[in-house]
């Protein structure tokens, strides 16, 4: 049906908006679902470019009719957990792909509705322009269509209405082989030896700062569309991140197999991830999930973007002058890419904490609360992951130092 007029083509734009946002955060917890990186680009990309589409759409009905841009907050039909696609602490593949599948189908078939509305002025061009773009090629599931319910009038900015998964999976490139309680992780070395390993498991960690980025656009309601569009943003770059230090660890291990002796572990460990695409080690601590998960939004903001990705950038300009960079110009480019990427995602962190908390001294305050609080979010990762209960580790850790230390670069 055609709108018929002004108010009811802004009804029609606006139902269209709400399913694209729901679509943009869909995708998110598909690439929280998919441990495999190749599998996780693609859906982070998915949930970068629809967010786009949708801070677009949202911009031109502001820019020409003046609609207020509101608060973001899943429609009943979307809603993880309503949809049977979150239950237990798990995600369920199957009704998540049809859940996809369907919401898609219903954008295209509502901007097919909406399009010829658009079509008949001049005056309205730049919507007609968005909307088409929002026609799949493809032909469309029958009978799928929008609108879906109207989101919830509001709550408190950031509140968490889903909780995400209650675990995540690992690529199987990697094997948990080693405790963060005995052993430290990688180090940075220009050396082969020291670079392989380093690189790899920089990879998880780039791979696991994407996954917070879409947890917290999944679980959280009633933040601005830019909300979602900066941990779209984010969440993209950290896989690309993650694929290209993989991709560069894997390409030393030729060079580097022609120096170890052949009786060399780490000799091993790359002969058999050739011959079975797997083992490569990884703390058993994985990834610090459980460190994350059970942080509020600002908890995570001040604990990854603030105290970890805004220190990283200086780290980043050091790694640049390594002898390992002058020897490989593709990983300098890339650190120089890391480095513009990790000031964006400095600037995400702080300017969300300062949305979360205006008042410079509750800010102040809260980040001085999660400083505190730090190590207890690390051991319950470790606690997850099963290093002891929190009572064992709390006598053990207390006023003590270890390898644990090294979280702060759990994810960048
Ligand atoms: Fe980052
Ligand atoms: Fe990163």
Redesign the pocket.
């Given at each position: 049906m055609r709108p018929h007029s002004i108010n009811q083509l802004k009804g029609e734009l606006q139902v269209l908006l709400r399913a694209l946002t729901d679509f943009g955060r869909l995708n998110a917890l598909a690439a929280l679902a998919h441990p495999v990186v190749t599998d996780k680009l693609r859906y982070a990309r998915g949930f970068y470019e629809t967010t786009r589409q949708a801070i677009l759409l949202e911009e031109l009905l502001y820019q020409k009719f003046q609609v207020k841009k509101g608060f973001v907050a899943w429609s009943a039909d979307c809603n993880p957990r309503l949809a049977g696609v979150l239950t237990d602490g798990s995600i369920e593949q199957t009704p998540l792909r049809s859940l996809l599948r369907s919401v898609r189908a219903a954008i295209s078939n509502h901007a097919i509705l909406v399009r010829p509305a658009l079509d008949a002025t001049e005056m309205l061009s730049e919507l007609r322009q968005a909307v088409g773009e929002l026609i799949g090629t493809s032909p469309e599931l029958d009978g799928i269509r929008l609108p879906f319910d109207q989101s919830p009038s509001g709550g408190e900015a950031g509140e968490k209405v889903v909780r995400g998964p209650s675990t995540l999976g690992v690529d199987p490139a990697f094997t948990p082989s080693y405790s963060l309680l005995n052993q430290p992780s990688p180090s940075f070395g220009s050396q082969l030896h020291e670079a392989a390993p380093y690189y790899w498991t920089l990879s998880l960690r780039?791979a696991f700062?994407s996954d917070v980025c879409a947890l917290s656009a999944v679980e959280c309601d009633y933040l601005p569309l830019q909300f979602y569009a900066d941990m779209a943003k984010q969440c993209w770059?950290?896989v690309r991140?993650a694929r290209f230090y993989f991709d560069f660890s894997v390409s030393l291990f030729g060079p580097l197999l022609s120096q170890l002796p052949a009786s060399s572990p780490l000799a091993a460990v790359i002969r058999n991830y050739h011959d079975t695409g797997s083992g490569l080690p990884i703390p058993t601590e994985l990834n610090f999930y459980h460190t994350f998960l059970d942080a509020t939004l600002a908890e995570r903001l001040i604990l990854m973007q603030v105290r970890t990705e805004t220190p990283a950038i200086k780290r980043l300009g050091v790694r640049l002058q390594s002898e390992l960079a002058a020897q490989h110009p593709d990983l300098a480019q890339a650190i120089e890419i890391?480095r513009c990427?990790?000031k964006s995602h400095s600037r995400i962190g702080w300017s969300w904490l300062r949305f979360l908390f205006p008042d410079p001294v509750q800010r102040r305050l809260l980040i001085e609360r999660t400083d505190l609080l730090r190590s207890l979010f690390i051991l319950l990762s470790v606690s997850h992951t099963g290093g002891g209960t929190m009572g064992e580790l709390l006598s053990t850790f207390s006023g003590t130092s270890s390898h644990l230390q090294d979280a702060p670069e759990v994810a960048?």
């Amino acid at each position: 049906m055609r709108p018929h007029s002004i108010n009811q083509l802004k009804g029609e734009l606006q139902v269209l908006l709400r399913a694209l946002t729901d679509f943009g955060r869909l995708n998110a917890l598909a690439a929280l679902a998919h441990p495999v990186v190749t599998d996780k680009l693609r859906y982070a990309r998915g949930f970068y470019e629809t967010t786009r589409q949708a801070i677009l759409l949202e911009e031109l009905l502001y820019q020409k009719f003046q609609v207020k841009k509101g608060f973001v907050a899943w429609s009943a039909d979307c809603n993880p957990r309503l949809a049977g696609v979150l239950t237990d602490g798990s995600i369920e593949q199957t009704p998540l792909r049809s859940l996809l599948r369907s919401v898609r189908a219903a954008i295209s078939n509502h901007a097919i509705l909406v399009r010829p509305a658009l079509d008949a002025t001049e005056m309205l061009s730049e919507l007609r322009q968005a909307v088409g773009e929002l026609i799949g090629t493809s032909p469309e599931l029958d009978g799928i269509r929008l609108p879906f319910d109207q989101s919830p009038s509001g709550g408190e900015a950031g509140e968490k209405v889903v909780r995400g998964p209650s675990t995540l999976g690992v690529d199987p490139a990697f094997t948990p082989s080693y405790s963060l309680l005995n052993q430290p992780s990688p180090s940075f070395g220009s050396q082969l030896h020291e670079a392989a390993p380093y690189y790899w498991t920089l990879s998880l960690r780039e791979a696991f700062a994407s996954d917070v980025c879409a947890l917290s656009a999944v679980e959280c309601d009633y933040l601005p569309l830019q909300f979602y569009a900066d941990m779209a943003k984010q969440c993209w770059d950290e896989v690309r991140h993650a694929r290209f230090y993989f991709d560069f660890s894997v390409s030393l291990f030729g060079p580097l197999l022609s120096q170890l002796p052949a009786s060399s572990p780490l000799a091993a460990v790359i002969r058999n991830y050739h011959d079975t695409g797997s083992g490569l080690p990884i703390p058993t601590e994985l990834n610090f999930y459980h460190t994350f998960l059970d942080a509020t939004l600002a908890e995570r903001l001040i604990l990854m973007q603030v105290r970890t990705e805004t220190p990283a950038i200086k780290r980043l300009g050091v790694r640049l002058q390594s002898e390992l960079a002058a020897q490989h110009p593709d990983l300098a480019q890339a650190i120089e890419i890391d480095r513009c990427d990790e000031k964006s995602h400095s600037r995400i962190g702080w300017s969300w904490l300062r949305f979360l908390f205006p008042d410079p001294v509750q800010r102040r305050l809260l980040i001085e609360r999660t400083d505190l609080l730090r190590s207890l979010f690390i051991l319950l990762s470790v606690s997850h992951t099963g290093g002891g209960t929190m009572g064992e580790l709390l006598s053990t850790f207390s006023g003590t130092s270890s390898h644990l230390q090294d979280a702060p670069e759990v994810a960048s």
